[in-house]
């Protein structure tokens, strides 16, 4: 056809339609002219063939510098970026143009595939049923999830089985530690309904981080108990080689992506508490192991058999309730009823809570805190633990270390800065610790609360005796019952009443 360039799919069908027709005839069905198809005859090459190599158009722009100025900086430092080397080109040499990075790219990529280092392999690997697990740790900072409006900073654990595709993540409120590793880990063997021969994890190089040499072999001995426990042998990759443990690395990606599209499909990444959070992470891995139900069910009876009870996933530390009521322990302070000063605890740490024992006796289950990033000390405080004491000494207020944690909602906190803007120190101090005992005393924190965002945005001053009206009944104010107890002679009636029915039938 004119104006078209001739294939080599319409020459090699040309010649072979020559075979059986006329040279008319077969230049007709191959799409070509009579005279192109004399043209094939006389000379049978393939139109790939007789192109000849195509030359220069231009000056090449790197001829001086490559050889002499490029190589040298490649074989000096085979890790140097292209476009580190065309900044220094241009700084050393004003007359090249910008548009030569490219060409400069393709020249040092040209470079690299005949003369570059060795580059590291990475092998594919055939995974047996029931043979692994891999742990990794995820940050999902990025997902901007919100507890109650504040942002959470959190990481997901997550154990995969590479052979079914059986997934489990937990969510996790501190960084990687042992704790956050048994727990999650135990999570997954016990909703999976067995454990593989052997578990993978990373170098557990953030659980090891600011570790004495004794800490670390103690957090590798229990690693290893933990495993034994459930007959699994333990491995590692090696350390800031991710793509060994690429059996979950990738997975990682698909399961934040999937997290991801369901918060925008609720509408919201704000939850109203943290079970909630955790059970929409819940419902998300149940629906992705659903669409593998097939095959974890076949590597289910590949699994071992769980030991009858779990082992401990949590650090056990003894602790002295100090006179200001309550115990310092990694950096953050936690108040305890008062009647338990002088005592020594016994503290369970979880991942996001404490459990606090006296002997075997459970005491009291407290919210976990951590350090602020700066490394300052945190607390984590109850106002009903301290309220008492607080009325006899208001003014400690003014200047307490924990005074913003002590407010147990933002509505308090407003109320005192209000009063201690428009009163005196000592009266404010006093109105303010009086309104946390009434919310103690009666009960009503919540309402309360919201009566004192009232009155602050109406522009006004919480009121002590209309608040006291408002949430009564006051306990100083309920009418005292007297029961008296009635004599025992009066009982003698109601024993002799079935022998006076008797006596009349």
């Not at 309920?478 to 009636?493: F, G, Q």
Request: glycine share 8%; hydrophobic share 40%.
């Amino acid at each position: 056809m004119p104006g078209r360039h001739v294939t080599d799919h319409q020459t090699r069908l040309f010649m072979k339609l020559r075979q059986d027709h006329p040279i008319e005839t077969a230049a007709a069905k191959a799409g070509l002219s009579r005279s192109t198809g004399y043209r094939i005859v006389n000379d049978p090459r393939l139109p790939s063939q007789k192109k000849g190599a195509r030359g220069r158009r231009r000056p090449d722009p790197l001829e001086h510098i490559f050889e002499a100025e490029v190589v040298p900086m490649l074989q000096s430092a085979p890790g140097l970026r292209p476009v580190a080397i065309y900044e220094e080109m241009l700084r050393r040499h004003p007359e090249l143009q910008p548009g030569i990075r490219r060409t400069l790219e393709r020249r040092i990529r040209a470079w690299r595939a005949l003369h570059g280092e060795d580059r590291e392999v990475m092998f594919r690997q055939v995974h047996e049923p029931g043979r692994l697990g891999l742990s990794d740790f995820t940050d999902m900072g990025a997902l901007g999830v919100t507890i109650t409006g504040q942002l959470l900073d959190h990481l997901l654990y997550h154990f995969r089985l590479p052979w079914s595709g059986f997934e489990h993540a937990h969510v996790i409120l501190g960084g990687e530690s042992f704790v956050a590793l048994a727990e999650g880990l135990q999570n997954a063997l016990w909703s999976a309904g067995g454990a593989p021969a052997c578990h993978r994890t990373d170098s557990l190089s953030a659980a090891f981080r600011n570790l004495d040499a004794d800490a670390r072999t103690d957090l590798t001995t229990r690693y290893e108990a933990l495993c034994t426990q459930y007959r699994m042998v333990p491995t590692r990759n090696n350390k800031g080689v991710a793509h060994e443990n690429g059996a979950i690395e990738s997975a990682h990606g698909h399961l934040k992506a999937a997290v991801r599209d369901a918060l925008l499909m609720r509408g919201s990444a704000d939850f109203d508490h943290l079970d909630h959070y955790r059970a929409f992470i819940d419902e998300i891995v149940g629906r992705r192991n659903a669409a593998r139900g097939k095959g974890i069910a076949a590597e289910r009876a590949h699994l071992q058999v769980l030991p009858t009870r779990r082992t401990t996933d949590f650090e056990e530390v003894i602790v002295t309730v100090t006179g200001t009521g309550g115990f310092t322990l990694r950096k953050v302070f936690y108040t305890v009823p008062s009647r338990l000063i002088g005592h020594r605890l016994r503290v369970r740490l979880f991942d996001d809570r404490l459990e606090v024992f006296t002997g075997g006796t459970h005491l009291l289950t407290l919210p976990r805190g951590r350090a602020q990033a700066n490394g300052k000390h945190d607390q984590v405080v109850n106002y009903h633990h301290v309220i008492h004491s607080l009325r006899k000494k208001p003014m400690a207020l003014a200047g307490l270390v924990y005074r913003d944690k002590l407010f147990p909602r933002p509505e308090y906190r407003r109320a005192w800065e209000a009063l201690n803007e428009a009163l005196p120190a000592r009266q404010a101090c006093r109105i303010t610790v009086e309104l946390l005992a009434l919310a103690h005393d009666r009960g009503c924190e919540a309402e309360l609360a919201a009566e004192i965002g009232r009155v602050l945005q109406d522009g006004g001053l919480p009121d002590l005796s209309i608040l006291r009206a408002r949430f009564s009944p006051d306990p100083e104010q309920l009418p005292v019952i007297t029961v008296t107890s009635p004599r025992l002679s009066s009982y003698e009636a109601l024993i002799r009443a079935p022998e006076l029915a008797e006596a009349r039938a």
